[in-house]
């Protein structure tokens, strides 16, 4: 019986003429090449057409692009290749079109910023400086950027840390489910109000707007995001270790201190440094418990401050030619210390992450 | 230094399933135990019982008695954390710790319990590794990360680790599965000479290892999926092997099984 199976399986069947697997493929240049021939094809519409816009310039140039690849690809290589050509031409210009504005405002930034940075903007207040005319600094500004950010920070990452540990290593129950679904609530609280959150309590208790004020609205914003960002790195922790650790006879706290929070550090790290980063740029709060102030005032827990997005906000709406210029300084500031924290997070991310070399 | 294991009328259960139903047996000491049987049929579970690792389970939860000459594991005062530095545990995958070195891996069970002197600890270290015999091929590279070794030796590692603390007992849950032919020979021979220091219970699935390194040998099984698993019979290895007194596990054994 399977003797009779097998020779009817080797029996010779006649073999299926092989396609080629060389087919006829456009030149490697050909990508560039459309690209080329649909801008210059946009650029001769815009003109003839007499269009001021150079928006519609691109964009005639983008569906060119995808149009021209796909009529070649498919009289050339099959509409297989086309097809798979025409996803390629998608991925790049949605890649164009998301990196303009980027690149746009940092340009913008770089090179209207650079006009006023210098040392002397950097290490001087408003002080004495009538807003309309040339001189002065962000100086104060800067100061009550870092303290107002480090105060949330100091709240912040703590409380966020602490909640990520009970929520992932201790949480269960309705206690658990309730504090998640009110950070997931908290993620989405406006700014301006937190800021108003504590306005009523400033004004509730008689209190005087100061840098602490700011700081505690601005920790009320990062705590929810750090708390996200720990949550799923250590989710992250294999069981494994955690086992291997309590097998050893590690007490629990021991163990999520020792094994688990040291495995996660470097993505914590990166959340914590992400969530500072988003809460530099906050103007609301900022203009309500804080108040502005022209003046150094290095003392966060007394009196006005300044802050470099407030500054930036206030040099504007001045409106001459000195304060924007000072204005766009400020923004470049601000960009500068958002991207040093972040390239902070990934050189710590990167050094304590878990080695692996032989 | 090793202890004799008494169990009686354990049950285990995950929230409301009952994954083992009233077992009782004896391990001696200073012997090897082995525990096989089909998959599902709780003999995991069963060894994570015997140093109150299965209540780290969601839902884990334990009925009867385990003594550890003469003390109940499972007694309202006894503090599970000190159980387990008593009763020390393999697990199936090596899983040394990947933030730390091959030195600080094997030092993590007395660091981590603050119970150590400083100038003992290279001593420990040393000594660990030896008696898992991975001393000299890692002695030049001990500050190098564990996670860079092949797998035979992490798993031998892992062992270095768990002999450090000094445990009365040692449990390994398959700890063989995940390696290649030499290296399980390797840590065979590795269980043949800790067995004169420690109790040890080993969890296989494979048959021929269970025949060559336990001097007794417990057979679990299960009615049906989702029955509870059950203790069929254990008995010196040579008899379980060579004639056994239930059918069931003779049918196990001999590939007859379902």
Redesign the interface.
């Known amino acids: 019986m399977s003797q009779a199976t097998m020779t009817k399986d080797t029996a010779p069947t006649p073999a299926p003429v092989a396609p080629s697997l060389a087919g006829k493929r456009l030149p490697r240049w050909s990508p560039i090449g459309f690209g080329a021939l649909s801008l210059a094809l946009a650029v001769g519409v815009g003109l003839a057409a007499d269009w001021q816009s150079k928006v519609q310039w691109g964009l005639i140039a983008a569906i060119l692009f995808v149009v021209l690849t796909f009529i070649a690809s498919s009289a050339v290589e099959g509409t297989r290749q086309a097809k798979d050509r025409v996803a390629t031409s998608f991925v790049w210009v949605c890649f164009l079109l998301a990196i303009i504005p980027l690149a746009s405002l940092l340009w913008v930034t770089v090179s209207r910023g650079l006009k006023v940075l210098d040392g002397y903007f950097l290490t001087h207040s408003m002080a004495g400086v009538p807003g309309f005319e040339v001189g002065g600094g962000v100086y104060h500004a800067l100061i009550g950027t870092l303290e107002q950010v480090g105060l949330a920070t100091l709240i912040a990452a703590p409380v966020g840390l602490l909640t990520a540990v009970y929520l992932v290593e201790y949480g269960k129950g309705t206690l658990a489910k309730a504090v998640t679904f009110f950070v997931d609530v908290m993620t989405g609280i406006p700014s301006i109000v937190a800021g108003l959150f504590l306005l009523s309590i400033m004004l509730m208790f008689n209190l005087q707007p100061s840098g602490f004020m700011g700081a505690l609205a601005l920790a009320i914003l990062m705590v929810p995001v750090v708390v996200r960002s720990t949550e799923e790195m250590l989710k992250l922790v294999p069981n494994e270790l955690r086992e291997a650790s309590l097998a050893l006879g590690v007490p629990k706290w021991r163990t999520i201190l020792k094994v688990v929070l040291p495995t996660a550090v470097g993505g914590i790290t990166t959340g914590v440094m992400l969530a500072i980063a988003r809460i530099a740029g906050e103007t609301a709060p900022i203009m309500l418990l804080v108040f502005g102030s022209q003046l150094i005032n290095t003392n966060p827990f007394d009196g006005a401050q300044s802050s470099l997005p407030f500054y930036i906000w206030e040099q504007y709406r001045v409106g001459s030619e000195a304060s924007y210029d000072r204005a766009w300084a400020a923004a470049l500031v601000l960009i500068a210390f958002v991207m040093i924290l972040n390239l902070v997070a990934r050189g710590i991310a990167r050094w304590k992450a878990p080695k692996t070399g032989r | 230094m090793a202890k004799r294991i008494d169990v009686s009328g354990l049950s285990a259960f995950y929230g409301t399933h009952k994954a083992i139903d009233d077992i009782s047996m004896t391990v001696e000491p200073r012997s090897v135990t082995a525990f096989i049987g089909p998959s599902g049929c709780g003999k995991s579970t069963f060894l994570r019982t015997l140093?109150r690792?299965h209540e780290?389970t969601?839902g884990g939860r334990v009925e009867g008695k385990v003594l550890l000459d003469d003390e109940n594991l499972y007694d309202s005062h006894v503090d599970p954390?000190?159980?387990?530095?008593?009763v020390?545990?393999v697990?199936q995958?090596p899983?040394p710790?990947?933030?730390m070195s091959i030195y600080d891996n094997v030092a993590?069970?007395l660091?981590?319990?603050g119970s150590y002197k400083k100038n003992e600890l290279s001593d420990v270290v040393e000594k660990s590794l030896r008696g898992a015999n991975l001393w000299n091929e890692v002695k030049d590279r001990l500050n190098?990360?564990g996670?860079?070794l092949s797998g035979g030796q992490q798993q031998r590692l892992?062992i270095a680790?768990?002999i450090a603390?000094e445990p009365q007992v040692l449990l390994m849950d398959e700890p063989c599965s995940a390696l290649d032919p030499i290296s399980t020979l390797a840590i065979e021979d590795l269980i043949g000479e800790l067995k004169e220091r420690f109790t040890i219970v080993i969890v296989t699935h494979n048959m021929q290892q269970a025949a060559r390194v336990s001097d007794r040998t417990a057979f679990f099984n299960l009615a049906a999926v989702g029955q509870p698993g059950k203790l069929i019979e254990i008995d010196e290895t040579e008899r379980i092997f060579a004639n056994p007194s239930v059918q069931a596990t003779e049918d196990y054994i001999s590939g007859r099984f379902g």
């Not at chain 2, 954390?81 to 008593?86: D, W």
């Open positions: 140093n690792m780290v969601p954390v000190s159980v387990r530095r008593t020390g545990m697990f995958r899983n710790f990947p933030t993590a069970g660091r981590l319990n190098k990360p996670s860079g892992c680790r768990a603390v």
